[in-house]
């Protein structure tokens, strides 16, 4: 059983950082593209970033380049995203997410694999 899970959320103030984590398990994920996506209140979800499991090949959001950092802890098996100068419209539930599918990987439909989400709140 595929699973996805979401650690690394909180409360901090604008201008910080966090880091959210993604444990990944249940199958090789080898040849699949991981993503973080992000849902506030009244608002769809929304692409954050990306990487390529296996040539680590990355793709972010015009909205958070430069600032936030997708990457792959091999020794973890983890999906990670280091988030800096935080701003408040930053806040919202994180999600990590993974697919096998080559295109649209900026919509979350062309994800198959969730998991439940991080709250992640940036107070101004």
């Known amino acids: 059983q595929v699973q996805l899970v979401e650690s690394g959320g909180g409360l901090v103030q604008a201008g910080g950082s966090l880091r959210l984590s993604c444990a990944v398990s249940?199958?090789?994920?080898?040849?699949?593209?991981m993503g973080w996506f992000r849902q506030a209140p009244g608002k769809e979800r929304e692409f954050v970033a990306s990487i390529w499991w296996t040539t680590l090949d990355t793709n972010y959001a015009d909205n958070v380049k430069g600032r936030f950092t997708i990457s792959r802890n091999i020794a973890k098996n983890t999906i990670e995203m280091q988030m800096n100068a935080l701003k408040s419209e930053d806040t919202a539930v994180y999600y990590c997410a993974g697919t096998n599918r080559r295109n649209i990987l900026g919509s979350a439909a062309s994800y198959d694999y969730w998991g439940q989400g991080t709250q992640v709140t940036v107070s101004s």
């Open positions: 249940g199958r090789t994920f080898s040849g699949y593209v």
